[in-house]
Nanobody, 127 residues
Framework: QVQLVESGGGLVQAGDSLRLSCAASGRTFSTYGMGWFRQAPGKEREFVAAISRSESTYYADSVKGRFTISRDNAKKMVYLQMSSLKPEDAAVYYC?????????????????????WGQGTQVTISS
């Protein structure tokens, strides 16, 4: 059974950078599709970024050019490097896994494709 643990959240100022990490279990991590989602108070959980088993990446328009998703298969880690943070980026950030590795291209992923979720890490941004 795949388990995910996020870390790296915290309080930063607008314009700062922050890197989130997600540690995954599972023997075949390199075959997983991975994603980051976020949920702000009173809003639905929304897609942020995804990386496929082929290391194809895809981003929400709101973070494109500011956020970078990456993975280290040897360490079973996924990262979300966030820069030029804005107050509207404040949310609980969730790591998600598709342990079936459904898609070669990350742009194919939708929220329903991810079957395993972490507990989330809070990102707070002061303006």
């Amino acid at each position: 059974q795949v388990q995910l643990v996020e870390s790296g959240g915290g309080l930063v100022q607008a314009g700062d950078s922050l890197r989130l990490s997600c540690a995954a279990s599972g023997r075949t991590f390199s075959t997983y599709g991975m994603g980051w989602f976020r949920q702000a108070p009173g809003k639905e959980r929304e897609f942020v970024a995804a990386i496929s088993r082929s290391e194809s990446t895809y981003y929400a328009d709101s973070v494109k050019g500011r956020f970078t998703i990456s993975r280290d298969n040897a360490k079973k880690m996924v990262y979300l490097q966030m820069s030029s943070l804005k107050p509207e980026d404040a949310a609980v950030y969730y790591c998600a896994a598709d342990s079936l590795g459904k898609y070669y291209h990350a742009s194919s992923y939708r929220r329903s494709d991810f079957g395993t979720w972490g507990q989330g890490t809070q990102v707070t941004i002061s303006s």
